[in-house]
């Protein structure tokens, strides 16, 4: 199961108390209290392994170590070791305390989320030539702690969208290497999955249906999966009895949920047409038209209408080598 949206508590380590002491050795004096060690810090770093999350299935705390209180004879308190977690790449960082968000856009990208506590001064260190004997030490301060909020939201080239059971983990499947269970009933896809195309990373999108963005069905759960896609195709059965709502169905949720969503560059794919007769995705096709829509008929079992595909997606890849 992919866990792609999860509220943590991250705390940073305390600082180490300093120390009172005095030199125990004979014939010398004067303060050696020490300071304490620095508490660690927390850290989040981006990788590209999309299940990074689900280490806070059942755990909701990361916590570093506090430094250690100083000793006598001058010995500094050990630091804290910082705790560092990885998080996928996409994932938006939120900071319900601060509102601060920040995002994990590459892998290796290391972002600060809790400051460690800074050790406190022994008395050693309030030495002076009017109070050679200081008994004072400073306390450790507190390490930060938030209330932190991780959502993953994937990053592809191509999202595949449309209704249940339209096609896309077969399509997914063929172009890839992405091994999608595929079953002739709704909702077999239950969480995003990426395969790779050459130079395109293709996401295939769960299932949406009428009502997604007010969290019907699936909900708004896989919605935001979307907006980080360049290129949306919108995968249409032939065996639906009204393909026109349907794609219209899906294209009015993308704008409720976000009207830029439905800006994007979008593709139309009549799929399955092997199981239709040619007469009836004749009619289908115009029906697109009539509606503006230059829909690609297609079946995974019918090598024409994918080597057509196969020259769409190409067209992509060297539009994407443009812009870089």
């Known amino acids: 199961m992919l866990i792609d ?6 705390a940073a380590g305390n600082g180490g108390d300093g120390s009172v002491a005095f030199n125990k050795n004979l014939m010398e004096l004067g303060p050696t209290g020490a300071s304490g060690g620095n508490g660690g810090s927390v850290f989040c770093e981006g990788v590209a392994d999309l299940g990074a999350l689900a280490r806070w299935r059942n755990s909701k705390e990361a916590i570093a170590e506090s430094g250690e209180p100083g000793g006598m004879q001058y010995r500094d308190g050990r630091d804290g070791k910082d705790l560092t977690f990885p998080v996928p790449v996409g994932t938006v960082v939120h900071n319900l305390d601060t509102k601060e968000d920040i995002e994990i856009a590459s892998i290796g990208q290391r972002v600060l989320l809790a400051r460690g506590g800074k050790g406190g001064r022994g008395n050693f260190h309030f030495r002076s030539s009017i109070n050679t004997s200081p008994k004072r030490a400073e ?3 507190p390490g930060q702690s938030w209330s932190i909020r991780l959502e993953l939201k994937l990053t592809a080239d191509i999202g595949l969208i449309g209704m249940p059971n339209a096609g896309k983990s077969s399509l997914l499947n063929e172009l890839t290497r992405a091994q999608q269970k595929v079953a002739n009933y709704p909702f077999t896809t239950l969480e995003p999955s990426l395969g790779v195309y050459y130079e395109l990373v293709l996401a295939d999108i769960p299932g949406l249906i009428e009502g997604a963005a007010s969290g019907k069905g699936l909900g708004i759960k896989f919605l935001r999966h979307v907006e980080r896609t360049r290129t949306l195709f919108h995968l249409v059965s032939c065996e639906s009895d009204d393909p026109i709502r349907d794609w219209t169905i899906i294209r009015n949720e993308l704008g409720a949920y976000s009207p830029a969503m439905i800006q994007k560059d979008e593709k139309v794919l009549l799929t399955k047409t092997d199981l239709s007769t040619a007469a009836s995705v004749a009619r289908i096709l115009e029906r697109f038209r009539e509606a503006g829509v230059d829909a690609l008929p297609l079946s995974i079992h019918d090598s024409e209408s994918m080597a057509k595909l196969e020259q769409l997606l190409r067209s992509l ?8």
């Open 139 to 141: 306390s450790g301060t």
């Open 317 to 324: 890849i060297a539009a994407k080598s443009a812009a870089a």
């Open 5 to 10: 949206d999860v509220t943590i508590r991250v």
